[in-house]
């Protein structure tokens, strides 16, 4: 709560990992104020921003997606709203361009993103306060898959929520997601009831292992160990090889297997660890078997 109230005099960022807008509908609940919304790429120009600015009220809340992708334009013109609360209006072009000044109310700003180093100096440093969202611990996943299950009136048991909340990525999202699937499991092919034998074959089906891996990881690993030999490979071979689009590659599919120990990145390429291989029960290569990759010999020789 004194968070709360500190952000309501001081600019906040937020690099965004999960659930950011649940969080700020409880900032704006909690503080009593309204919340406008936009996103990075559709701010073009400073019009875009100056209605939004100028009709807020005070301790509002501006959230703004994606804030690394603003132009350096908006940037420019954020920076004296955020500092003195007022923003400049030109009032025409050319040579005898005009430039009011104009006060606004006094506003909290949130900004979210996947990538803050892609943020630019200036605008990472006019941030008062920077937090992290991490990835929720099984016991937590545990206690939203049973109270999702309560909403729905699901007959879960402690064991069966357990195995849901282990393979959701560490994601509530993800939790509830695999829940609704594993309902419709049991209401069909079993008794209702979500025990633990019910999640495991229900996952099962889904494609789901116990890590979290869904088919499309195990896409990525196979294609890496089968036509690359475990790596290392370019992010644009392996997307190619996969007809995948690299960028969905790196971003969406990589950093869970990375997280998990799965997949390395490395000077040369993607490496597929020692996990991965046993974990799909590929042969380990020999140590030293590619010539060229010093560092690959080294990543299969070191012990777990």
């Given at each position: ?291 060229d990759d010093g560092n690959q010999a080294s990543l299969f020789t070191e012990t777990e």
């Amino acid at each position: 709560m004194a968070k709360l109230e500190e952000l309501k005099r001081d600019p906040g960022a937020i690099s965004r990992h999960l659930n950011d807008k649940r969080i700020l509908s409880v900032m704006g609940m909690l503080m009593g104020v309204n919340i406008k919304t936009t996103s990075g790429p559709v701010l073009e120009k400073p019009a875009d921003l100056v209605g939004i600015l100028t009709n807020q009220r005070e301790g509002d809340i501006l959230f703004i997606d994606e804030i690394h992708r603003l132009r350096p334009i908006i940037e420019e013109f954020l920076y004296p709203a955020m500092e003195d609360w007022q923003v400049d209006i030109r009032l025409s072009d050319g040579p005898k361009a005009q430039t009011m000044t104009m006060k606004i109310e006094r506003f909290t700003l949130v900004g979210a993103t996947t990538r803050f180093g892609s943020l630019t100096a200036p605008m990472r440093a006019r941030f008062g306060i920077v937090q992290r969202m991490n990835y929720y611990p099984p016991d937590e996943l545990v206690t939203i898959v049973r109270r999702s299950a309560d909403i729905l009136a699901i007959d879960a048991t402690e064991n069966g929520a357990e195995e849901i909340a282990r393979r959701s990525r560490g994601t509530p999202r993800v939790a509830n997601r695999l829940l609704r699937r594993v309902r419709d499991y049991a209401q069909v092919r079993a008794d209702g009831s979500i025990g633990r034998d019910v999640a495991q074959a229900a996952l099962k089906l889904l494609d789901v292992d116990e890590y979290g891996l869904d088919e499309m990881d195990g896409h990525v690993l196979k294609t890496l160990i089968e036509k690359f030999e475990g790596g290392p490979v370019g992010l644009n071979s392996l997307a190619v090889a996969m007809g995948e689009d690299p960028t969905t590659l790196e971003e969406v599919y990589e950093p869970f297997l990375i997280m998990e120990g799965f997949l390395q990145r490395t000077p040369q390429g993607r490496v597929a660890t020692r996990r991965a291989f046993r974990h799909l029960g590929y042969p380990l290569p020999e140590s030293g078997k590619n010539a060229d990759d010093g560092n690959q010999a080294s990543l299969f020789t070191e012990t777990e």
